[in-house]
């Protein structure tokens, strides 16, 4: 079973530039998330998917960040414009059932994102 | 506030020897309870998980982890590590009804 793919692997911007980033969940997992992961500290959920519809965005900083998953299978997670505060990796993982179950998150290789 | 800690942020540990990272939750009742393992540039893998049932639970690469209710406790054991341990180990939990929220983890460093 291939896992999540994530791509790019690496990427450097200068400040108030954008960048995206895209994110393929394992075939199947209707539930798709993505986490910011700043250096020295564990993820921290941005927003959850559940199929195309948005279940959790209470964490995701709007007036830069956004992210749609148009179909309910991939994902793009959007910052526009970014700040230096925002390097950090960017995880993506999904799960086969809705949240507040017995689900498991499976991670992909996330995202490392340095803002100059 | 609720919450999910790892006291040690970092271990070091001989090559063969035996590992133990702790982890404390803070949640009225008891949440779902996972370790996972993160190696240099990659993203997180699952180690092992408890629900419920029995409090010892086993995982992969050797690992185990036992539930204590009496002490808001899911540590991670390993009887034997190996260099190839050396990585970056994440407790995380999801209350009931909630997202899965993880510790700061616990950085492993093996010495020959």
């Known amino acids: 079973e291939a896992g999540v793919a994530q791509s790019p692997r690496y990427k450097i911007i200068e400040k108030r530039q954008s960048v995206a980033f895209w994110c393929n969940p394992i075939?199947?997992?209707?539930?798709l998330y993505w986490y910011q992961q700043i250096l020295g500290q564990g993820p921290k959920l941005l927003i959850q998917f559940q199929n195309n519809g948005v279940v959790d965005d209470s964490q995701l900083p709007k007036d830069r960040f956004s992210a749609e998953r148009l179909k309910g299978v991939d994902s793009t997670l959007k910052i526009q414009p970014a700040k230096l505060e925002d390097s950090a990796v960017y995880l993506c993982a999904s799960s086969p059932r809705t949240s507040g179950g017995e689900e498991t998150q499976y991670f992909g290789p996330g995202t490392r994102l340095l803002v100059l | 506030a609720q919450s999910v800690t790892q006291p040690d942020i970092h271990i070091t540990v001989s090559e063969g020897a035996s590992l133990e990272l702790r982890c404390n939750y803070s949640?009225?009742?008891?949440?779902?309870l996972f370790w996972y393992v993160q190696s240099p540039g990659q993203g997180l893998q699952l180690l092992l998980k408890?629900?419920?049932?029995?409090?010892l639970v086993q995982g992969i690469k050797g690992f185990e982890a036992e539930f204590k209710r009496s002490q808001s406790s899911f540590n991670l054991r390993k009887p034997s590590v190996h260099w190839s341990d050396a990585a970056e180990y994440f407790c995380a939990v999801v209350p009931l009804g909630h997202k899965l929220s993880f510790g700061a983890g616990t950085t492993v460093t093996v010495r020959a």
């Open positions: 949640y009225g009742a008891t949440p779902y």
């Open positions: 408890y629900f419920s049932g029995d409090t």
């Open positions: 075939s199947g997992h209707a539930t």
